[in-house]
T-cell receptor, first 115, second 116 residues
Framework: AQTVTQSQPEMSVQEAETVTLSCTYD???????LFWYKQPPSRQMILVIR??????QNATENRFSVNFQKAAKSFSLKISDSQLGDAAMYFC????????????FGQGTRLTINP | GAGVSQSPSNKVTEKGKDVELRCDPI?????LYWYRQSLGQGLEFLIY????????KSGLPSDRFSAERTGGSVSTLTIQRTQQEDSAVYLC??????????????FGPGTRLLVL
């Protein structure tokens, strides 16, 4: 079974600075997808970014980018120019291409933005 | 367009009562998922529906939990004889395809269930 680990329960960053959230995972599969979701206090899980394992190029979405290291099974999220609205819980998730293709989530990282 | 909706937003019930949680997926999405988010267990997969196929119930924690999806659209998660450990946020997600293609799962706002 796949597992996802987020080793940073909490992180904080000054507004306008850059922060990196860590995620590692364990799998024996070669093809899969990785996601970062954001969950603000409203509870709504919002997709931040996704990465296909077969793609070597790191995904980017505006101020959000990932560092995908397939061999190391690492998938970190970098947030540039942090904004107050970025404050939330961030979850890393793995999705197999087999079976139910359910999301396997990490424990989450609570990100605080300091003004 | 409209996103995934869930009702009720919050539910308080007494131990031993049955509850029903509803999910309206994004129109046209064939795959529907239920997850549970609790303090002790984090985010857990519960059940998956894909089109007219038999659901994958491998994540349901006990036989008190069941779910159905009518007409390939709305889904209801039922918890019978609720226990205090059932207290959690129940999240529903839908995606356009359940087959390889890894369509993104879009989440609803969740139902917070509190069992007294």
């Amino acid at each position: 079974a796949q597992t996802v680990t987020q080793s940073q329960p909490e992180m904080s960053v000054q507004e306008a600075e850059t922060v990196t959230l860590s995620c590692t995972y364990d799998t024996s599969e070669s093809d899969y997808y990785l996601f970062w979701y954001k969950q603000p206090p409203s509870r709504q899980m919002i997709l931040v970014i996704r990465q296909e394992a077969y793609k070597q190029q790191n995904a980017t979405e505006n101020r959000f980018s990932v560092n995908f290291q397939k061999a190391a099974k690492s998938f970190s999220l970098k947030i540039s120019d942090s904004q107050l609205g970025d404050a939330a819980m961030y979850f890393c998730a793995y999705r197999s291409l087999q079976g139910a293709q359910k999301l396997v989530f990490g424990q989450g990282t609570r990100l605080t933005i300091n003004p | 367009g409209a996103g995934v909706s869930q009702s009720p937003s919050n539910k308080v019930t007494e131990k031993g009562k049955d509850v029903e949680l509803r999910c309206d997926p994004i129109s046209g999405h064939t795959a529907l998922y239920w997850y549970r988010q609790s303090l002790g267990q984090g985010l857990e997969f519960l059940i998956y529906f894909q089109g007219n196929s038999a659901p994958d119930k491998s994540g349901l924690p006990s036989d008190r939990f069941s779910a159905e999806r009518t007409g390939g659209s709305v889904s209801t998660l039922t918890i019978q004889r609720t226990q205090q450990e059932d207290s959690a946020v129940y999240l529903c997600a839908s995606s356009a395809l359940g087959n390889s293609g890894a369509e993104t799962q879009y989440f609803g706002p969740g139902t917070r269930l509190l069992v007294l």
